[in-house]
């Protein structure tokens, strides 16, 4: 089975700093991985996906993440934090002997200082 | 625009009510899924549906019930049997059962009292 440890359940950055959100993952068969932006009271938005190919995969509003099948992670980055930015972010990991059905880590509030 | 769209946003209920929450998707896809999300729990599984007249439990289906009769519509039924239904439920869709993103509903706010 799959599953997905996203470290630190709040992260706060100042408004221009790095922003690193970390995602482990642990799975026996290659993974299909998911970052997802959620805002206040909202559904969930895709930032960004790796299924195959290269392993340093840019989304939308900047951010970028790399897959590390060494480390098992795919840490989400972004080089300088904007206000809009703050939200809670979900990992996820879906895998073919599990249907695909994603499993979802428990969040990162990102919090952005001005 | 195609999208997903759930109804009520906000939604009250007295304990002992059944209660259904409404997901319609003009997406053209044919897996939906439900998710409760409860805070520092990340999103938690209720039930998926590859196709129409077909659905899978799924990691905490208990007091829980769905139906898929139509392809764009995924009704969820909070049932007097769950224990504690307050939460946000979330509903999604994706092209169909594989490796692809999933789309979500603005979620709907359940309070049982």
């Known amino acids: 089975a799959q599953s997905v440890t996203q470290l630190g359940s709040h992260v706060s950055v100042s408004e221009g700093a790095l922003v690193l959100l970390r995602c482990n993952y642990s799975?026996?068969?290659?993974?299909?991985l998911f970052w997802y932006v959620q805002y206040p009271n909202q559904g969930l938005q895709l930032l960004l996906k790796y299924t195959t190919g290269a392993t340093l995969v840019k989304g939308i509003n900047g951010f970028e993440a790399e897959f590390k099948k060494s480390e098992t992670s795919f840490h989400l980055t972004k080089p300088s934090a904007h206000m809009s930015d703050a939200a809670e972010y979900f990992c996820a990991v879906s895998v073919q002997g599990g249907s695909y059905i994603p499993t979802f880590g428990r969040g990162t509030s990102l919090i952005v200082h001005p | 625009d195609g999208g997903i769209t759930q109804s009520p946003k906000y939604l009250f209920r007295k304990e002992g009510q059944n209660v259904t929450l409404s997901c319609e998707q003009n997406l053209n896809h044919d897996a939906m899924y439900w998710y409760r999300q409860d805070p520092g729990q990340g999103l938690r599984l209720i039930y998926y549906s590859q196709i129409v007249n077909d659905f899978q439990k799924g990691d905490i289906a208990e007091g829980y019930s769905v139906s898929r009769e139509k392809k764009e519509s995924f009704p969820l039924t909070v049932t007097s049997a769950q224990k504690n239904p307050t939460a946000f439920y979330l509903c999604a869709s994706s092209i169909e059962q594989g490796p692809y993103e999933q789309y979500f509903g603005p979620g709907t706010r359940l309070t049982v009292t």
């Open positions: 799975s026996s068969v290659p993974p299909y």
